[in-house]
């Protein structure tokens, strides 16, 4: 009786490890395929082969700030041209990615991060997940190589003193100024500032 107990144990055990593991093999690529909201921002990773890098076996994890289907649509309104040149794909998907897996769960004060385009952005939670001023409107899609958070706009990323828009004082107190590309000149803003790079 105790021998069929414990081959019983040791078969539920095998049983629920292998079924975590199916779970825990589903890559962030994977999450993003899977998810139609997120269709456009798959096709330009894919486009940029920033996909294949994501998917590979790392030592460390990603966090991805991940547009949602309307932002690019929105984004296609101010400029289509942007979408045929692949380098800038690249700039600006990179300027989504960070390393590290930072869900809203163990995000508890404001974090400052730095983009795999080697570019500061600030995260906070305040019962929702927040990255600068834009409010992260799916969080926490979880995969075995980290994160996704989807956001309603393609971001926009440059240090403060390079925004013309915001005054002097602005420009003092907040160092880095990321928000929705929505125009044609904080389109041309977000390309000067790779030139400056």
């Given amino acids: 009786m105790i021998r069929a107990f414990i081959l019983f144990f040791i078969l539920l055990l095998n049983f629920n490890f292998s079924k975590s593991e199916n779970i825990n093999n589903i890559t962030i690529i994977d999450v993003i ?9 798959n096709k ?3 486009l940029s082969q920033l996909d294949q890098i994501l998917d590979k076996n790392t ?44 869900s809203s769960k163990n995000l508890n004060e404001i974090s400052n991060e730095i983009t795999v ?7 906070f939670n305040e019962n929702q997940l927040y990255v600068k001023d834009m409010v992260v409107i799916n969080e926490d899609y979880s995969a075995k190589n ?35 590309m929505r125009n044609e000149q904080e389109l041309n ?6 030139k400056s790079r």
């Fill in 33 to 41: 395929r899977k998810n139609q909201n997120l269709s456009e921002f």
């Fill in 44 to 46: 330009y990773l894919k």
């Fill in 59 to 102: 030592a460390w994890n990603w966090t991805i700030f991940a547009p949602n289907n309307e932002a690019f649509d929105e984004l296609k309104k101010v400029n289509k041209n942007l979408f045929d040149n692949i380098p800038l794909i690249r700039n600006l998907l990179m300027d989504h990615i960070l390393i590290g897996k930072k």
């Fill in 117 to 123: 385009s080697n570019k500061p952005l600030q995260l």
């Fill in 146 to 180: 980290g994160v996704i958070h989807s956001i309603a706009c393609v971001m926009f990323v440059q240090p403060s003193i390079e925004d013309d828009r915001l005054s002097e004082n602005l420009q003092k107190s907040f160092p880095i100024t990321s928000c929705c």
């Fill in 189 to 194: 803003l977000w390309k000067s500032s790779l």
